[in-house]
């Protein structure tokens, strides 16, 4: 399992030790008083876990329909990453799914039934069921109608999401998963949608298989977007706002998010029934919390290179089981796992650029052990559940502070300690305190000896905490152009005070504060103020000018000046031909000297 489960730990005995295994069957009587099926009870047991998370715990009973009950409860769900929220919407739409599968199938028994008594009445042959066609073959393929959909920013976390619905319908007979993501063969998809009843997909192919009418829609009952922060990063709110219009006859709509921020609370309400009116909000834990089995820590580095060292001194560590570094772009990604494998270590990169099929093997290669270092981008910062994977590094740093708690959030998983390694230039100093800010912790720098920054690091109570800069520009500093620390000189002070009476710099040395100032606008009125200034005759044109002729204007408004010749005024020499550019000759009007 993924973090269908991951609070608590995947306790499968995949990846368990002997010590770990448990003994005898597990008790998930928890799972069954919050009113779940006895399939989905036995699965989560046979997965090894007995108490659910403290997510599943607030939103199954919520999710899950009450007796009695006029409609489902819309949810807007903030849990952080690591919490078990893919079995909190999973295990309701499930649940419901079952009934449903179980209330039409005793609908047409007792149909049957009937139809057979009043052959038998007739004293007819009771009527043969009809028989049942192979939906994998082409010929009987027809346009899939699930009942549920789950949607996925990435490629990598909506196939997690079906393999963890896998998981979870192991004793449920006739429940069909589906997952739809970009990069696929369409015909194999195509195939794997016959007869699904929940689909787990991302939004481009999603949409691209409904418009071909091999996908449809309008039998939505429960609609799942998980991840809605990184959807609207992506640029998928056209595209959600088109699967809103499809399903707009869903019974349910659940919506997980790391933060509550404006935009997404925009978003639900724009999806939610009744513009939000009714919607039910969860919050479990801030992102800000921090990771408690996860140990963060930060190297400041000089350059690009005194980060590959730094790198290449932490990779040799003996500790390492499975690590990812994450960089900043597809190429720096391309190039670290070029020096990695050069390097002799067991490195593979995964980024967006990459055929999902390339991406697939790497990932299963990551999962299986034969790849020990995965240098990605943010591709990879969600959706990724490998439990064996013991450090993470943040080679480059994430565009926005929240992506940080969801790189991290790849190590210390099914119970297990991690580390977080980052590594930033001193100009990288905003970034950091931006990191700080939002997790509301501080980094504890650190020093490898012999691999020390030659750079003094910023200091908090020099320039206004978390290394931000001076005082200039509210301490919000780069370098000394915009208010940084100007490499330990001391700050300085108010940058637009008693501006007027502070002497004036003179190349020719001395204090020359009683120098009359330079004008650009020309004239001889260099410190007169400016009401006292003689208006500037304004020569550009006025239709006012019409019938009469304007006055003359040169390369600037200085007043009239003599006619110009275009680009230059000098005047042309005797017998040149006008070139086009003025009066200046042509580029071979020189004479020809005789030879």
């Known amino acids: 399992m993924s973090d269908a489960f991951e609070a608590r730990g995947d306790l499968s005995p995949a990846n368990l030790s002997d010590e770990q295994q448990p003994q005898g069957p597990v008790d998930a009587s928890a799972f069954a008083a919050l009113g779940l099926a006895p399939e989905l009870v036995a699965a989560v047991a046979d997965l090894g876990f ?42 309701p739409v499930l649940h419901t799914l079952i009934q449903q599968q179980t209330a039409r199938a005793e609908a047409e028994r007792a149909e049957r039934e009937r139809l057979v008594a009043e052959a038998v009445a007739r004293g007819e042959a009771p009527p043969k069921a009809p028989k049942r066609q192979n939906p994998l073959l082409p010929r009987n393929f027809k346009a899939a109608t699930p009942g ?29 998963i589906a997952s739809v993501v970009g990069g696929m063969p369409y015909q194999l998809q195509i195939a794997k949608l016959q007869n699904a009843d929940l689909v787990v997909a991302t939004p481009g192919r999603l949409l691209d298989l409904q418009r071909s009418m091999q996908l449809k829609l309008d039998q939505v009952q429960f609609l799942v977007v998980d991840e809605a922060d990184r959807m609207l990063d992506l640029g998928f709110s056209d595209d959600l706002a088109e699967i809103n219009a499809l399903t707009a006859q869903r019974r349910q709509t659940m919506m997980f998010s790391a933060t509550f921020a404006p935009r997404i609370q925009q978003l639900a309400m724009r999806v939610m029934h009744d513009n939000g009116k009714h919607v039910q909000k969860v919050q479990i834990d801030s992102p800000q919390e921090q990771h408690a089995n996860i140990k963060q820590v930060l190297f400041w580095a000089d350059n690009a290179d005194h980060k590959r ?64 270092i995965l240098v990605a981008t943010d591709v990879a910062a969600r959706g990724i559940d490998v439990p064996t994977i013991t450090h993470v590094f943040n080679f480059g740093l994430p565009m926005k502070a929240e992506d940080y708690t969801h790189r991290i959030g790849r190590t210390g998983r099914a119970g297990r300690d991690g580390l977080a390694v980052t590594f930033a230039e001193f100009r990288d100093r905003r970034r950091i305190g931006d990191i700080e800010a939002y997790t509301q912790q501080r980094f504890k720098p650190e020093v490898v000896p012999g691999l020390e920054p030659r750079e003094r690091p910023p200091q908090a109570d020099r320039f206004g905490g978390r290394g931000r800069g001076g005082e200039r520009f509210g301490g919000r500093g780069g370098n000394d152009r915009f208010g940084g620390d100007r490499r330990g000189a001391p700050p300085r002070g108010p940058r637009f005070e008693n501006r007027d009476s502070a002497p004036r710099f003179d190349p020719r040395g001395g204090d020359r504060s009683d120098a009359p100032r330079f004008d650009p606008r020309g004239g001889d009125r260099f410190d007169a103020p400016r009401a006292d200034r003689a208006p500037r005759q304004d020569t550009r044109f006025d239709p006012r000018f019409e019938g009469r002729p304007a006055p003359a204007r040169g390369f600037n408004d200085r007043g009239a000046a003599a006619p110009r010749g275009g680009f230059n005024d000098r005047p042309a020499r005797a017998g040149a031909r006008p070139s086009g550019f003025g009066d200046r000759p042509a580029f071979n009007d020189r004479p020809r000297r005789g030879r």
């Open 309 to 372: 060292k730094l790198l290449d001194h932490w990779l040799r560590d003996a500790s390492i089981n499975q690590a990812i570094v994450f960089a900043s772009t597809q190429i720096e990604c391309d190039g670290l796992a070029t020096e990695l494998q050069q390097a002799g270590f067991a490195a593979v990169a995964l980024h967006g650029a990459l055929s999902q099929g390339l991406r697939n093997r790497r990932l299963m290669a990551l999962r299986n052990g034969q790849v020990q």
């Open 148 to 176: 549920a959909l789950v949607l996925c920013p990435t490629r990598e976390l909506a196939q997690q999401v079906a393999h963890d619905a896998i998981d979870l319908v192991r004793h449920c007979r006739g429940l069909r």
């Open 50 to 91: 007995s108490q659910p998370t403290a997510v599943q715990a607030r939103v199954m009973p919520l999710a899950i329909k009450a007796e009695g009950a006029e409609r489902y409860a819309d949810l807007m769900v903030s849990s952080q990453t690591g919490s078990g929220k893919t079995a909190a919407f999973l295990l």
